[in-house]
């Protein structure tokens, strides 16, 4: 006489009960990615850490030395090779920063040693009529900083020590934080701060000769910018 067929339902529980350890790991692992993810360093400060409103792209950065490139609508082919990110427009008055610091890349494919920055911007004409306080790094590498009165035009000249350049590549990520960014409307989020109006850069050898900017105003100043401030 044959036994009669076991249930389904003990091997269907003992189903059950193996995945739940493997469901369990799965959830673990996911937890810990979430926790722990592999992410760059620039992906990080922007979305998780938020303690940078301006996300590195990938631009090229291809420029040569000596060129003057303007950041009002005449050359955008040649200035969005250098924007990062921090950027809106251009706009007729120049291309305006956005958040706390911008960036611009820098990628001459030689090595230069020391070089000069020549860069023509303006001052947001900001509610309160603050001054507009900017603060220079290549590649983690202090620059220099200044002071631009409130909608005030200037032509600032930071010298570029050799080492705040890629010391492969000879590239420079140039970080323009800003301090005194303000809120243009009451209670605007920070990742929408103004502070600047970048109007055109140069990046040049000492010997080469210095821009004069995009446009000829005999009311942009020169200035010599270093660590403590514009000089005259």
């Known amino acids: 006489m044959s036994s009669a067929p076991s249930s389904p339902a003990p091997r269907r529980r003992a189903a059950v009960l193996a995945l739940i350890p493997v469901v369990a790991l799965a959830e673990l692992g996911v937890l810990w990615l979430a926790l722990h993810p592999h992410v760059t360093g620039g992906y990080r400060a922007y979305y998780i850490d938020q303690s940078t409103t301006c996300l590195d792209k990938p631009v090229s950065g291809d420029y040569r030395l000596g060129r003057t490139v303007s950041f009002l609508p005449d050359d955008q082919p040649a200035a969005r090779k250098l924007r990062v990110c921090g950027w809106d427009g251009p706009a007729g008055d120049g291309t305006h920063s956005v958040g706390t610091s911008s960036m611009l890349r820098f990628a001459p494919g030689e090595q230069a040693g020391d070089l000069v920055l020549d860069i023509m911007l303006s001052a947001v004409d900001s509610p309160d009529k603050r001054a507009q306080r900017i603060v220079l790094t290549g590649n983690g590498v202090s620059i220099g900083e200044a002071t631009i009165p409130n909608n005030t035009q ?6 570029v020590p050799a080492e705040a350049l890629d010391p492969d590549t000879g590239q420079l990520d140039l970080t323009i ?14 990742t929408h701060y103004r502070a600047i109006k970048l109007l055109s850069v140069q990046l040049r050898r000492p010997d080469q000769p ?6 000829d105003d005999p009311a942009a100043l020169r200035h010599r910018a270093g660590p403590d401030g514009p000089k005259a």
């Open 177 to 190: 934080a800003f301090p005194t960014a303000t809120e243009m409307v009451p209670r605007d989020s920070d």
């Open 154 to 159: 200037r032509m600032l000249e930071f010298a």
């Open 210 to 215: 210095s821009s004069e900017g995009p446009q």
